[in-house]
Protein backbone atom coordinates (compact mmCIF):
# COMPACT_ATOMS: atom_id res chain seq x y z
CA UNK A 1 0.00 0.00 0.00
CA UNK A 2 1.21 3.07 -0.76
CA UNK A 3 1.76 5.67 1.74
CA UNK A 4 4.00 8.79 0.00
CA UNK A 5 3.98 8.93 -3.72
CA UNK A 6 5.73 12.14 -5.29
CA UNK A 7 5.31 12.84 -9.18
CA UNK A 8 6.90 15.05 -11.16
CA UNK A 9 8.47 17.06 -8.17
CA UNK A 10 9.83 20.57 -9.08
CA UNK A 11 11.48 23.14 -6.75
CA UNK A 12 14.34 25.64 -7.15
CA UNK A 13 15.91 28.01 -5.16
CA UNK A 14 15.84 31.33 -6.94
CA UNK A 15 17.00 30.89 -10.34
CA UNK A 16 17.94 27.38 -9.92
CA UNK A 17 16.37 24.46 -10.90
CA UNK A 18 17.40 21.57 -8.82
CA UNK A 19 14.42 18.81 -9.01
CA UNK A 20 13.16 18.35 -12.53
CA UNK A 21 10.45 16.00 -12.03
CA UNK A 22 10.75 13.48 -9.50
CA UNK A 23 8.65 10.49 -9.49
CA UNK A 24 9.31 8.05 -6.29
CA UNK A 25 7.13 5.89 -3.75
CA UNK A 26 7.10 4.85 -0.01
CA UNK A 27 4.78 1.44 0.79
CA UNK A 28 3.50 1.61 4.18
CA UNK A 29 6.44 -0.33 6.19
CA UNK A 30 8.89 0.14 3.97
CA UNK A 31 12.94 1.37 4.56
CA UNK A 32 13.60 3.33 0.71
CA UNK A 33 17.01 5.01 0.06
CA UNK A 34 17.41 7.65 -2.06
CA UNK A 35 21.56 7.60 -3.49
CA UNK A 36 23.27 10.09 -5.76
CA UNK A 37 26.65 12.33 -5.58
CA UNK A 38 26.54 15.74 -3.82
CA UNK A 39 24.20 18.44 -6.12
CA UNK A 40 22.09 15.39 -6.86
CA UNK A 41 18.59 16.85 -5.48
CA UNK A 42 18.96 14.38 -2.32
CA UNK A 43 18.36 17.33 0.40
CA UNK A 44 15.96 18.85 -1.78
CA UNK A 45 13.90 16.24 -2.27
CA UNK A 46 13.69 15.65 1.42
CA UNK A 47 12.73 19.50 1.82
CA UNK A 48 10.01 19.53 -0.41
CA UNK A 49 8.05 16.35 0.48
CA UNK A 50 8.71 18.15 4.70
CA UNK A 51 7.09 21.20 3.13
CA UNK A 52 10.16 23.47 4.14
CA UNK A 53 10.71 24.80 0.53
CA UNK A 54 8.45 25.94 -1.88
CA UNK A 55 7.78 23.21 -4.23
CA UNK A 56 5.69 22.23 -7.28
CA UNK A 57 4.32 18.81 -8.55
CA UNK A 58 2.53 16.22 -6.68
CA UNK A 59 3.11 14.82 -3.34
CA UNK A 60 0.66 12.53 -1.81
CA UNK A 61 0.84 11.12 1.75
CA UNK A 62 -1.97 8.73 3.02
CA UNK A 63 -4.24 9.35 -0.70
CA UNK A 64 -4.16 13.20 0.64
CA UNK A 65 -2.46 16.03 -1.71
CA UNK A 66 0.09 17.80 0.41
CA UNK A 67 2.29 19.72 -1.99
CA UNK A 68 0.19 23.10 -0.95
CA UNK A 69 0.81 22.28 2.84
CA UNK A 70 3.22 23.92 5.35
CA UNK A 71 5.63 22.24 7.38
CA UNK A 72 3.88 22.25 10.63
CA UNK A 73 0.79 20.87 8.54
CA UNK A 74 2.91 17.74 7.42
CA UNK A 75 4.16 17.12 10.86
CA UNK A 76 0.46 16.92 11.70
CA UNK A 77 -0.49 14.61 8.85
CA UNK A 78 2.13 11.99 10.46
CA UNK A 79 5.45 12.95 8.38
CA UNK A 80 8.63 13.68 10.47
CA UNK A 81 12.00 15.33 8.93
CA UNK A 82 14.87 15.09 10.64
CA UNK A 83 17.43 17.18 8.41
CA UNK A 84 21.20 17.04 7.70
CA UNK A 85 23.08 18.62 10.15
CA UNK A 86 20.54 17.71 13.21
CA UNK A 87 19.27 21.02 13.99
CA UNK A 88 18.61 20.15 17.42
CA UNK A 89 17.99 23.15 19.61
CA UNK A 90 21.66 23.79 20.91
CA UNK A 91 20.80 26.09 23.98
CA UNK A 92 17.36 23.79 25.57
CA UNK A 93 18.16 20.69 27.47
CA UNK A 94 17.89 17.05 26.35
CA UNK A 95 14.75 16.74 27.61
CA UNK A 96 12.99 19.84 26.22
CA UNK A 97 14.36 18.91 22.85
CA UNK A 98 12.20 15.97 23.57
CA UNK A 99 9.22 17.48 24.57
CA UNK A 100 9.47 19.86 21.57
CA UNK A 101 9.43 16.71 19.17
CA UNK A 102 5.86 16.51 20.80
CA UNK A 103 4.72 19.59 20.21
CA UNK A 104 1.57 18.71 18.21
CA UNK A 105 0.36 15.80 20.66
CA UNK A 106 -2.52 16.40 23.38
CA UNK A 107 -2.00 13.43 25.35
CA UNK A 108 0.83 12.11 27.97
CA UNK A 109 4.49 12.19 26.52
CA UNK A 110 6.24 11.22 29.84
CA UNK A 111 6.51 7.16 28.01
CA UNK A 112 7.62 7.88 24.92
CA UNK A 113 10.38 10.14 26.72
CA UNK A 114 11.38 6.97 28.59
CA UNK A 115 11.16 5.00 26.00
CA UNK A 116 13.76 6.92 23.90
CA UNK A 117 16.04 7.63 27.14
CA UNK A 118 16.23 3.76 26.94
CA UNK A 119 16.65 3.62 23.60
CA UNK A 120 19.47 6.11 23.74
CA UNK A 121 20.73 5.25 26.75
CA UNK A 122 23.91 8.28 26.59
CA UNK A 123 20.87 10.59 26.00
CA UNK A 124 19.26 9.40 29.52
CA UNK A 125 22.28 9.84 30.97
CA UNK A 126 22.77 13.50 29.77
CA UNK A 127 18.99 14.95 29.85
CA UNK A 128 19.24 17.79 31.74
CA UNK A 129 22.54 18.40 29.89
CA UNK A 130 22.39 21.42 26.74
CA UNK A 131 21.54 19.71 23.46
CA UNK A 132 25.17 21.97 22.48
CA UNK A 133 27.51 20.54 24.38
CA UNK A 134 26.42 17.06 23.48
CA UNK A 135 29.08 14.38 21.12
CA UNK A 136 28.07 14.66 17.15
CA UNK A 137 26.73 11.31 17.77
CA UNK A 138 24.51 11.83 20.46
CA UNK A 139 23.02 14.80 18.85
CA UNK A 140 22.05 13.09 15.79
CA UNK A 141 20.52 10.36 18.16
CA UNK A 142 18.33 13.55 19.72
CA UNK A 143 17.54 14.95 16.46
CA UNK A 144 16.36 11.51 15.39
CA UNK A 145 14.61 11.20 18.86
CA UNK A 146 13.05 14.42 18.72
CA UNK A 147 11.54 13.50 15.56
CA UNK A 148 10.23 10.06 16.72
CA UNK A 149 8.27 12.31 19.41
CA UNK A 150 5.90 12.96 17.32
CA UNK A 151 4.83 9.50 16.33
CA UNK A 152 4.60 10.04 12.57
CA UNK A 153 4.31 7.18 9.98
CA UNK A 154 6.87 8.43 7.92
CA UNK A 155 10.51 9.29 9.01
CA UNK A 156 12.65 11.25 6.81
CA UNK A 157 16.14 11.19 7.44
CA UNK A 158 18.80 13.10 6.21
CA UNK A 159 22.50 11.58 5.66
CA UNK A 160 22.37 10.47 9.54
CA UNK A 161 25.93 9.13 9.60
CA UNK A 162 27.08 12.34 8.45
CA UNK A 163 30.93 13.09 10.31
CA UNK A 164 30.17 10.01 12.70
CA UNK A 165 32.14 7.24 14.12
CA UNK A 166 31.99 3.57 12.61
CA UNK A 167 30.41 2.35 15.42
CA UNK A 168 27.85 5.37 16.20
CA UNK A 169 26.42 5.08 12.77
CA UNK A 170 26.21 1.37 13.35
CA UNK A 171 23.83 2.00 16.40
CA UNK A 172 21.63 4.69 14.77
CA UNK A 173 21.45 2.01 11.35
CA UNK A 174 20.62 -0.61 14.25
CA UNK A 175 17.43 1.53 15.64
CA UNK A 176 16.14 2.61 12.26
CA UNK A 177 16.43 -1.02 11.37
CA UNK A 178 14.12 -2.12 14.49
CA UNK A 179 11.73 0.60 14.02
CA UNK A 180 11.33 -0.30 10.32
CA UNK A 181 11.17 -4.63 10.66
CA UNK A 182 9.51 -4.53 14.21
CA UNK A 183 7.09 -1.21 14.52
CA UNK A 184 6.30 -1.03 10.64
CA UNK A 185 7.76 2.70 10.90
CA UNK A 186 7.79 3.97 6.93
CA UNK A 187 11.34 5.52 6.52
CA UNK A 188 12.84 7.42 3.83
CA UNK A 189 16.57 7.70 4.44
CA UNK A 190 19.44 9.92 2.09
CA UNK A 191 22.70 8.14 3.17
CA UNK A 192 26.19 9.03 2.21
CA UNK A 193 27.34 5.58 3.15
CA UNK A 194 25.82 3.53 0.78
CA UNK A 195 26.59 0.45 1.35
CA UNK A 196 25.42 0.25 4.51
CA UNK A 197 22.29 1.96 3.61
CA UNK A 198 21.72 -1.00 0.40
CA UNK A 199 22.05 -3.63 3.74
CA UNK A 200 18.57 -2.48 5.13
CA UNK A 201 16.71 -0.83 2.26
CA UNK A 202 14.39 -2.43 0.68
CA UNK A 203 13.94 0.51 -2.17
CA UNK A 204 16.73 2.79 -3.72
CA UNK A 205 16.11 5.14 -5.80
CA UNK A 206 19.58 7.05 -7.44
CA UNK A 207 19.19 10.78 -8.43
CA UNK A 208 21.38 12.95 -11.00
CA UNK A 209 20.91 16.04 -11.63
CA UNK A 210 17.42 16.36 -10.16
CA UNK A 211 16.35 13.32 -11.84
CA UNK A 212 15.75 9.84 -11.38
CA UNK A 213 18.26 7.78 -12.99
CA UNK A 214 17.63 4.73 -11.77
CA UNK A 215 15.51 2.97 -9.70
CA UNK A 216 14.40 -0.63 -8.06
CA UNK A 217 14.72 -3.32 -5.06
CA UNK A 218 18.12 -2.48 -2.86
CA UNK A 219 19.36 -6.22 -3.69
CA UNK A 220 19.15 -5.47 -7.42
CA UNK A 221 21.10 -1.92 -7.69
CA UNK A 222 23.53 -3.13 -5.20
CA UNK A 223 24.06 -6.51 -7.51
CA UNK A 224 24.36 -3.90 -10.92
CA UNK A 225 27.90 -3.35 -11.83
CA UNK A 226 27.34 -0.28 -13.78
CA UNK A 227 26.04 1.76 -10.86
CA UNK A 228 28.42 0.06 -8.37
CA UNK A 229 31.48 1.67 -10.32
CA UNK A 230 29.39 4.77 -10.77
CA UNK A 231 28.16 5.22 -7.39
CA UNK A 232 28.74 2.45 -5.16
CA UNK A 233 32.71 2.26 -5.11
CA UNK A 234 32.63 -0.82 -5.95
Known amino acids: MSLLQTTGLRASYGQVDVLLGIDIEVNQGEMVVILGANGAGKTTTMRAVSGT ?4 GSIVFDGHEIVTQNAESIVRLGIAHVPQGRGTFSDLTVEENLRIGAY ?3 DSVESDIERWFETFPRLGERKSQKAGSLSGGEQQMLAIARALMSRPRLLLCDEPSLGLAPLVTQELFGVL ?4 QQEGLSVLLVEQNANLAL ?3 NKVYLLETGQVVAS ?3 ESIAGDERIRRAYLGG
Open 53 to 56: IPRS
Open 104 to 106: IRK
Open 177 to 180: KSLN
Open 199 to 201: KIA
Open 216 to 218: GDA
